[in-house]
């Protein structure tokens, strides 16, 4: 079954009322849930015309539908083939279809780097990166939620020195939603470390950030849409800087091509941009 109609299938599943249909704006198919004002859109790798996309095209596009009150989800092939439970639980958490729990019922505790870097390597679509302070709550001594912060970085501002943290990664138990878990999490870490603010992204291609503006962080910027190379052999996607080190050796060695894109597209990669990021930031020194 094509990539599009398994997730088609799965989400009339979740949504009997979801309409199925094409445009000649969006490649690929859309599918749109009318009562939640969410429309997926799924794109195979490669479609047609893939080369000749803006790297702003996902972007507008979700400003574009964020005017009319729409939230547009960009989902490409390769997180469905990879990241497929990550994938299914994103969508029913979406559409509402998700166990829930309330943060007044965890307890919360700081973890070690280890514990935070499985849950969200299993829970996470974008799994783990590196952090310094990792918090977690349990539910009937289940680990359900964690989230991850930076090491802090120091600013001269005012004569004054002003620490700021990045909140790197955030995510339930796939198929739950901890409420009030966010928020909970982060004024632990705010009591314990103390920091002047608290940075943190949303990626457009799947979220708003309104859980962010509900805790009173401020949208401060849009960031660029991030480029990928997708190997169509694994579906496995690379930032450039984290090209497989075989390949940059393969180009080095040969001398048809003085430019990396032409190589990589000659030997079948695929280059693809996301929908950028919203930067927040948590202002709490004042």
Same mark, same amino acid.
Request: one cysteine or more; glycine letters at 6%.
């Given at each position: 079954m094509l990539f599009?109609?398994?997730?088609?299938?799965?989400?009339?599943?979740?949504?009997?009322?979801?309409?199925?249909?094409?445009?000649?704006?969006?490649?690929?198919?859309?599918?749109?849930?009318?009562?939640?004002?969410?429309?997926?859109?799924?794109?195979?790798?490669?479609?047609?015309?893939?080369?000749?996309?803006?790297?702003?095209?996902?972007?507008k596009q979700y400003l574009e539908y964020a005017l009319r009150g729409v939230q547009i989800v960009h989902l490409w092939q390769d997180y469905w083939e990879t990241k497929k439970p990550h994938v299914q639980s994103r969508i029913a958490v979406? &559409? +509402?279809?998700?166990?829930?729990? *309330?943060?007044?019922?965890?307890?919360?505790?700081? $973890?070690s780097r280890d514990i935070a870097s499985d849950f969200l390597n299993s829970n996470h679509?974008?799994?783990?990166?590196?952090?310094?302070?990792?918090?977690?709550?349990?539910?009937n001594k289940q680990l359900v939620s964690v989230v991850?912060?930076?090491?802090?970085?120091?600013?001269?501002?005012?004569?004054?020195?002003h620490y700021s943290f990045e909140l790197s990664r955030y995510a339930n138990l796939l198929n739950?939603?901890?409420?009030?878990? &966010? +928020?909970?999490?982060?004024?632990? *870490?705010?009591?314990?470390?103390?920091?002047?603010? $608290?940075?943190?992204?949303?990626?457009?291609?799947w979220a708003t950030g309104a859980g962010y503006k509900a805790l009173n962080f401020k949208i401060t910027e849009i960031t660029h849409p991030q480029i990928f190379?997708?190997?169509?052999?694994?579906?496995?996607r690379y930032y450039p800087h984290r090209l497989p080190q075989h390949l940059i050796d393969d180009f080095n060695k040969q001398k048809k091509y003085d430019n990396l894109d032409d190589f990589l597209k000659e030997n079948?990669?695929?280059?693809?941009?996301n929908s950028g990021n919203l930067k927040y930031i948590l202002n709490i020194s004042g």
């Open positions: 599009a109609d398994e997730i088609t299938e799965y989400i009339l599943k979740l949504r009997t009322d979801a309409e199925v249909f094409n445009t000649s704006i969006l490649p690929g198919k859309c599918i749109y849930i009318e009562e939640k004002r969410i429309m997926f859109h799924l794109l195979p790798i490669p479609f047609d015309g893939l080369s000749n996309i803006s790297p702003l095209f996902f972007q979406l &559409l +509402g279809t998700y166990q829930r729990i *309330f943060a007044r019922n965890t307890d919360i505790m700081r $973890i679509l974008q799994g783990a990166v590196n952090s310094r302070y990792n918090y977690g709550l349990y539910h991850s912060f930076s090491s802090g970085r120091k600013f001269l501002r005012n004569n004054q020195y739950f939603r901890v409420t009030g878990g &966010l +928020g909970k999490l982060i004024n632990y *870490f705010i009591k314990e470390v103390n920091p002047d603010d $608290i940075m943190t992204y949303a990626d457009l291609d190379w997708i190997n169509p052999a694994d579906m496995f079948g990669y695929f280059k693809i941009y």
